[in-house]
Nanobody
Framework: QVQLVESGGGLVQAGGSLRLSCAAS????????MAWFRQAPGKERAFVAA????????LYEDSVKGRFTMSRDNAKNTLYLQMNSLQPDDTAVYYC????????????????WGQGTQVTVSS
């Protein structure tokens, strides 16, 4: 089992940047594929990006490609999401999630979740 804690959210102007972090407990962090999801007000939680256990494979939702970069440091048990060129539509609560084995895009495939961190982008 793994426990996840997100940090790094905040208020930023359009065009700005933020870096989210997700700290994971446990000694087998590299066994978990990780993902970021986000939930905007009044909308369902949606996939943002995912990364394989070793970090060599990444997958992005189309609207964030070229703006967001997902990475991980397995030595530090930490996941990152570098978000550049932020827009008001990026405003949401961002969640990290974990699953054993291969990365997936579906919420249903991730049994472990953090509590979320709020990102607000002003226009």
């Amino acid at each position: 089992q793994v426990q996840l804690v997100e940090s790094g959210g905040g208020l930023v102007q359009a065009g700005g940047s933020l870096r989210l972090s997700c700290a994971a407990s446990g000694r087998t962090f590299s066994s978990y594929a990780m993902a970021w999801f986000r939930q905007a007000p009044g909308k369902e939680r949606a996939f943002v990006a995912a990364i394989s256990g070793g970090g060599s494979v990444t997958l992005y939702e189309d609207s964030v490609k070229g703006r967001f970069t997902m990475s991980r440091d397995n030595a530090k048990n930490t996941l990152y999401l570098q978000m550049n060129s932020l827009q008001p539509d990026d405003t949401a609560v961002y969640y990290c999630a974990a699953r054993l084995l291969a990365l997936q895009r579906s919420i249903r495939d991730y049994p472990y979740w953090g509590q979320g961190t709020q990102v607000t982008v002003s226009s």
